[in-house]
């Protein structure tokens, strides 16, 4: 199993991002992840695509994962993609043709992704599952960074994992040192980690005692 950590620059320091994001790949991050929120599909209001274009410009190999809470989505998707992203999720609740919206990020040259809230049924999945590289499964509603997981949700993983296991299933929303292995146990390989790392006094410390614990898993 390939574990990868996708430290979210919500929780960075804004005021410094181009620093945070070059500290935190070299702290061993696999990817930086983009919540990107417009203020309508969530109450919140963060990037736009001119944040990717320019870390890429300073950064021309950064791996960058947007998650698209925004509504409608494919003017966006294809503007991330004209940026640069390497990965799109988008929420099927926020586009009127699921398919095709996932077919526009495979057809610009990015993985696409699912996006489930906690509450959304994972029999969305069916008729979609052939279009999707990985599944993004929400532990906390959408919106805000620094929340705490809803525990309830981490009995999806297993379930989603046993119905579709060719798929990468990442989880977003209160990861921790103290959690990553319970989630990984389940199911996941992917794991969005955004106030656990950004809020920590050393990143690679942090990053380091996540992939222990995910080592443990591996050797167990």
């Not at 950064?59 to 992203?85: R, T, Y």
């Not at 043709?97 to 077919?103: T, V």
């Not at 929303?173 to 959690?179: Q, R």
Request: proline letters at 5%.
């Amino acid at each position: 199993m390939t574990y990868h950590i996708l430290p979210s620059i919500l929780s960075a320091d804004l005021t410094c991002l181009g620093d945070e994001v070059e500290s935190v790949m070299n702290a061993g991050a696999d990817f930086i992840h983009f919540d990107v929120m417009d203020n309508h599909y969530v109450p919140n209001l963060t990037f736009g695509p001119a944040f990717c274009e320019a870390f890429l410009k300073r950064f021309p190999k950064l791996p960058i994962d947007v998650h698209l809470m925004v509504e409608p989505v494919d003017a966006l998707i294809e503007a991330f993609a004209k940026a640069g992203a390497k990965r799109i999720s988008i929420h099927p609740d926020a586009t009127i043709h699921l398919d095709r919206s996932l077919k526009l990020i495979k057809d610009l040259g990015c993985e696409a992704g699912l996006v489930l809230n906690p509450a959304t049924p994972i029999d969305v999945l069916t008729w979609c599952a052939h279009k999707l590289d990985f599944i993004l499964i929400m532990t906390v509603n959408p919106g805000f960074g620094g929340q705490k997981m809803i525990t309830e949700i981490i009995d999806k993983i297993p379930q989603i994992h046993k119905l579709y296991p060719q798929l990468d299933l990442c989880v977003d929303g209160g990861v921790t040192i103290d959690n990553i292995a319970t989630l990984a146990r389940a199911g996941a390989n992917q794991f969005v980690a955004g106030a656990a790392v950004f809020k920590s006094k050393n990143y690679k410390e942090t990053i380091d005692a996540m992939r222990k614990q995910l080592a443990n898993i591996k050797e167990n």
